[in-house]
């Protein structure tokens, strides 16, 4: 069982659309990262949520920490190809940090 | 800085056969990460080390596999003997600290066949 789930596990969409991907957990945390990995390399961190309730921007990109900080919401507005890729949410959990199952986007032109 | 060095990038070899994976991370760095991804199983925390010593292996398999943190700029994944469900790509990542922003390596694809 995922300590954090990330819903949906698949998105396929066209160039254009609006998205919103999910990281849920029953347990509350006191930050979330969220990384983006593209093809043939390794994750790299987008953002770092602290505050409950807090939304950080990124360009197109839209996050948001839960008030209860238990959950996490990634937007992305007019989505372009470049997005492609698998989204990570991580958090900490006993002494290390974990990882979500990911959602892998693919954003077709 | 060169970020996270880790070779080879692509390993291909026969089941039985002993592999070493090896990554270089990020100077000034406390802690290491070695992690396995597949479609199935995602992204998984194999063993970490913090200022060269081994923190928590709990995720490590089973006894063929095995890490080394000779000293603070060099860790080595060894599997031996080497197995087709090994098949995985291997990423080392290294930070600051244990809950900080890690920093990811290309990471090596293994094929056994």
């Known amino acids: 069982t995922q300590l954090l789930e990330q819903s949906p596990q698949f998105l396929s969409i066209q160039e254009g659309e609006n998205l919103t991907v999910y990281c849920n957990s029953s347990s509350v945390f006191s930050s979330l990262q969220w990384y983006r990995q593209e093809p043939g390399e390794g994750p790299v961190l987008l953002v770092t949520?602290?505050?409950?309730?807090e939304v950080k921007k990124l360009k197109r990109l839209t996050f948001q920490f839960g008030d209860a900080r238990k959950d996490s919401s990634l937007h992305i507005t007019a989505a372009q190809p470049g997005d492609t890729g698998l989204y990570l949410c991580?958090?900490?959990?006993?002494?290390?940090?974990?990882f979500g199952g990911g959602t892998r986007l693919m954003v077709k032109p | 800085d060169a970020g996270v060095i880790q070779s080879p990038r692509h390993e291909v070899t026969e089941m039985g056969q002993e592999v070493t994976l090896r990554c270089k991370p990020i100077s000034g760095h406390d802690y290491l990460f070695w992690y396995r991804q597949t479609m199935m199983r995602g992204l998984e925390l194999l063993i970490y080390f913090n200022n060269n010593v081994p923190i928590d292996d709990s995720g490590m398999p089973e006894d063929r596999f095995s890490a080394k943190m000779p000293n603070a700029s060099f860790s080595t994944l060894k599997i031996q003997p080497s197995e087709p469900r090994d098949s995985a790509v291997y990423f080392c990542?290294?930070?600051?600290?244990?809950?900080?922003?890690?920093?990811f390596g290309p990471g090596t694809r293994l094929t056994v066949t």
């Open positions: 991580a958090s900490n959990a006993g002494n290390m940090l974990t």
């Open positions: 949520v602290v505050t409950g309730g």
């Open positions: 990542a290294s930070s600051f600290s244990t809950f900080g922003e890690q920093y």
